[in-house]
């Protein structure tokens, strides 16, 4: 088992993170593991002016450790992301008349996410429709994008929690608010305002994000030197309009931590983070996949080397995918997408990392006719 030290994330004025181009007006609603990574190589620089010598390890593919993208938590109940297929853990009946539904879920509680690890068919703890019966096994927050226990609900923050004999009105309780705000420029020479929205993502109390870290090389100094970084980071916050106060939070360690099963060469592996496969990994990471969903990232980079420029575009396996142990790993690897072009000024002189080292969970491939088999 690869025992994880959780770190949660409680955001003072929510935050913004670009979607995608340039289109202001949305955020994405989680912090990717490559998009953490990168700012926490940018703290670290800050801290001790060499950014590198965090990063270094990083290089060599054995990473002294590892980290999952932030997903949400509301009070007690961590939530992770959806698997991308279905079919694994529902009979065809119920991916026939509640696939709208399916479709719907983004994240399921640390409940769930144990027992689709084990293989057990979920078809009986799905939430009913909205409207229908009280729930007996599974609940539905936000619409239904977020899918937990009944007994879970009792970890909920205190204002979200209802009776045993109304969870249904759960389903309208939001975890975050995503959201266009607007906000007005005004010209340097006419002072002639003109108004734009720019997307945050808001939290409801007791809610935020999570995400964990698997340290795989003892270090006392690099451990302090990741809770500097971080801390630098809740002051200066994360993602973009911090000039408005989007992405300061506060952050705390939790005492306990989380187990998951660690992969072994040929398993299937529940992604908790993004991934790059390296070469040597490829095609057998996908092609033997049951379902994956691809990403791509791009954007910006800041330096203090020079002028802010756009960074190469880099595919990425997205958080949710199964894909295939290939050797006895760490799977993935460092990209460097500093841009490569004609450019007066010379190229940069150092490079741009992007993280892609996979971090995710064994698991058992459920058998629906009830007999349950090791993938």
């Known amino acids: 088992m690869a025992e994880l030290t959780v770190y949660r994330l409680?955001?003072?004025?929510?935050?913004?993170?670009?979607?995608?181009?340039?289109?202001?007006?949305?955020s994405a609603e989680h912090i990717p593991s490559d998009t953490l990574f990168a700012a926490l190589v940018d703290a670290a620089l800050r801290l001790s002016g060499d950014g590198e010598t965090f990063a270094e390890p990083f290089e060599d593919r054995d990473p002294p450790f590892l980290i999952t993208s932030a997903f949400p938590f509301a009070g007690d109940v961590r939530f992770f992301p959806m698997p991308v297929p279905l079919d694994r853990w529902f009979g065809p009946e119920t991916l026939r008349k509640r696939s709208k539904d399916l479709k719907k879920v983004r994240f399921v509680s640390e409940g769930l996410f144990q027992r689709m690890l084990d293989g057990e068919p979920m078809d009986d703890w799905l939430f009913p429709k909205d409207g229908g019966p009280d729930p007996v096994r599974g609940v539905a927050l936000q619409?239904?994008?977020?899918?937990?226990?009944?007994?879970?609900?009792?970890?909920?923050?205190?204002k979200m929690r209802v009776p045993p004999d109304r969870l249904r009105a759960l389903h309208r309780h939001r975890v975050f608010v995503s959201e266009p705000v607007p906000r007005v420029t005004l010209d340097r020479i006419t002072s002639a305002s003109n108004i734009f929205h720019a997307g945050r993502v808001s939290f409801a109390s007791g809610c935020g994000l999570w995400f964990g870290v698997h340290w795989r090389q003892s270090g006392d100094a690099l451990q302090a030197l990741f809770r500097q970084a971080l801390a630098v980071l809740a002051d200066d916050g994360l993602g973009g309009e911090r000039a408005v106060g989007y992405g300061g939070f506060r952050w705390t360690e939790e005492p306990m931590g989380l187990a998951l099963p660690e992969p072994a060469d040929g398993?299937?592996?529940?992604?908790?983070?993004?991934?790059?496969?390296?070469?040597?990994?490829?095609?057998?990471?996908?092609?033997?996949?049951?379902?994956?969903?691809?990403?791509?990232?791009?954007?910006?980079?800041?330096?203090?080397?020079?002028?802010?420029?756009?960074?190469?575009?880099?595919?990425?396996?997205?958080?949710?995918?199964?894909?295939?142990?290939?050797?006895?790993?760490?799977?993935?690897?460092?990209?460097?997408?500093?841009?490569?072009?004609?450019?007066?000024?010379?190229?940069?002189?150092?490079?741009?990392?992007?993280?892609?080292?996979?971090?995710?969970?064994?698991?058992?491939?459920?058998?629906?006719?009830?007999?349950?088999?090791?993938?």
């Open 10 to 26: 409680t955001f003072h004025s929510g935050f913004h993170l670009g979607a995608r181009g340039v289109n202001l007006e949305e």
């Open 143 to 158: 619409g239904g994008a977020f899918w937990l226990t009944a007994e879970e609900t009792r970890g909920l923050p205190e």
């Open 267 to 375: 398993s299937l592996m529940w992604l908790l983070s993004r991934y790059h496969p390296q070469t040597d990994e490829l095609p057998a990471a996908l092609t033997d996949s049951p379902g994956y969903a691809l990403t791509a990232v791009a954007g910006w980079l800041r330096t203090w080397e020079g002028a802010a420029q756009r960074r190469q575009r880099l595919w990425l396996v997205a958080e949710g995918s199964l894909v295939r142990a290939v050797g006895p790993g760490p799977w993935g690897d460092l990209t460097d997408v500093r841009p490569r072009y004609r450019n007066p000024q010379g190229d940069l002189p150092h490079p741009v990392w992007r993280y892609g080292f996979a971090l995710g969970a064994a698991i058992v491939a459920p058998d629906l006719s009830g007999t349950r088999k090791e993938v």
